[in-house]
């Protein structure tokens, strides 16, 4: 079905438009990572972008950065309109990351790029390229590391249609209008996120209390049995289930069903902290929901469930996701390797919690939980506008709808709701109570 839709949509180009293969689209470069135990190579000036830093469409910041020699030595070094796209990384498990840089920059080997042939626009190009994600991560293969691992002479064999070099800058500037739009949604989230920690700083008080004084017992780490391939009934979790957002229930794997694993049932509500990992994930907490099925947590995850007397599960899930709260547990991981470190469950029980009383906890999950719904919705206003792009940016590509199409129907069917944001300077208590209170345009 789906080569079949390929074939139609190759049949519907213009007249006046060419079929080229991704091969021909340009000159393809590799790059590379120069030595990291030389310092002349690195902390200069020059971006150096890997698949963890291709983050946005418009490459110009990397949090890594190489000299001129280190460029020269191990690495590759690429000007403003190039095509940058990862080929080797976890993130291809998931999404393929494109864009073009905007700048100078140096890459490393876990990325291609194409320098556009002078009849093709850099960012036509890496849009036509991003519209074959589905056919691209179908082509992802994983490596014995378990990261995933593009075949670039496949990627080359794909084709798109390229109109008339005036016709590319149109489609360009009319998907560029609503990456316009999507950027300035971006911008309320950011303000939320600002909110958030200005209401967190607020309300997240009280006089600090030994973390094992609030638990109803000790911290207990999890259960280790093999993955079988057969159903039996029983899940377990993967450490990936807590990321920096909270739990999330993916990662899940058959185990056996026996009385000993199941001595480690969850409970919808339960606390789970990463007790390996590296230090930058390492300690991250998550609130356990129920998955529908058994399930049981590993032993990489300790299990903390709080004294309902003392302590609510939010609130404290909350307080340990604190900048503070982070910067003690990254800071007393023990490990000879920076990609594993580990806390102990006595580190865990001497982790300072400020505790205010429990009427005044529950107001700060209240605000906090308002805060993160406004985030969740202009995420879903996002990803609206994202669908809709995707499915028009489509048609301008292989040629079935011109470029009024995309602004009519961006116009008619994906404008948000009144984006509106919480004023970073409005009293946190406030917040707290919920009370209506004039908004601010965003």
């Given amino acids: 079905m789906h080569g079949e839709a390929l074939m139609a949509h190759r049949s519907s180009w213009p007249t006046d438009w060419r079929r080229v293969a991704l091969s021909d689209v340009g000159k393809w470069l590799s790059g ?56 080797r990384g976890m993130s291809l498990k998931s999404e393929f990351r494109i864009g ?91 303000k939320l996120a600002v909110l958030r920690r200005t209401v967190v700083d607020d309300l997240v008080t009280g006089p600090p209390l030994a973390l094992g004084t609030l638990l109803e017992h000790r911290p207990r780490n999890g259960f280790s049995p093999l993955e079988v391939p057969e159903w039996t009934g029983l899940l377990t979790l993967g450490l990936g289930c807590l990321t920096t957002d909270g739990f999330r229930p993916r990662q899940m794997k058959r185990i056996p069903d026996s009385d000993s694993a199941r001595r480690f049932l ?37 299990r903390l469930r709080p004294d309902p007397g003392k302590c609510l599960p939010e609130y404290l899930a909350l307080v340990l996701s604190t900048p503070s709260v982070r910067r003690a547990i990254q800071a007393g991981a023990r490990g000879t390797s920076e990609s594993m470190v580990k806390i102990s469950a006595e580190f865990a029980e001497s982790l300072d919690v400020p505790l205010p009383s429990v009427e005044a906890q529950r107001r700060a999950v209240l605000a906090v939980a308002a805060v993160d719904s406004r985030i969740a919705q202009q995420g879903a206003v996002i990803d609206k506008l994202r669908l809709v792009q995707r499915a028009v940016t489509e048609d301008l590509l292989v040629g079935k709808a011109g470029v009024d199409v995309l602004r009519h129907t961006v116009r008619q069917r994906s404008v948000p709701p009144s984006v509106t944001v919480l004023t970073p300077e409005r009293n946190a208590a406030n917040a707290a109570g919920l009370r209506p209170s004039p908004l601010s345009e965003g």
């Fill in 32 to 87: 590379g990572t120069p030595s990291t135990s030389n310092d002349a190579y690195w902390d200069g000036d020059i971006p150096w972008i890997s698949a963890a830093s291709l983050k946005t469409f418009r490459l110009a910041e990397s949090d890594r950065r190489v000299t001129a020699l280190g460029a020269e030595n191990g690495s590759r070094l690429v000007g403003a309109g190039t095509v940058l796209f990862v080929v």
């Fill in 100 to 190: 073009v840089t905007q700048r100078t920059v140096a890459f490393g080997q876990d990325c291609k790029a194409v320098l556009p042939a002078e009849d093709i626009d850099p960012y036509f190009l890496a849009y036509a390229i991003q519209t074959k994600t589905p056919e691209i991560l179908a082509m992802v293969e994983e490596t014995s590391h378990g990261t995933g691992r593009l075949d670039t002479i496949r990627l080359q064999e794909l084709e798109i249609g390229v109109p008339p070099l005036p016709e590319q800058r149109r489609i360009v500037a009319a998907c560029e209008a609503i990456e316009r739009r999507i950027a300035a949604i971006k911008r309320v989230r950011a």
């Fill in 266 to 302: 969850l409970a919808d509500g339960d606390l789970l902290m990463s007790r390996a990992n590296t230090r930058e994930l390492v300690g991250l907490v998550g609130m356990y929901r129920d998955v529908g099925y058994p399930c049981i947590y590993p032993d990489l995850m300790m």
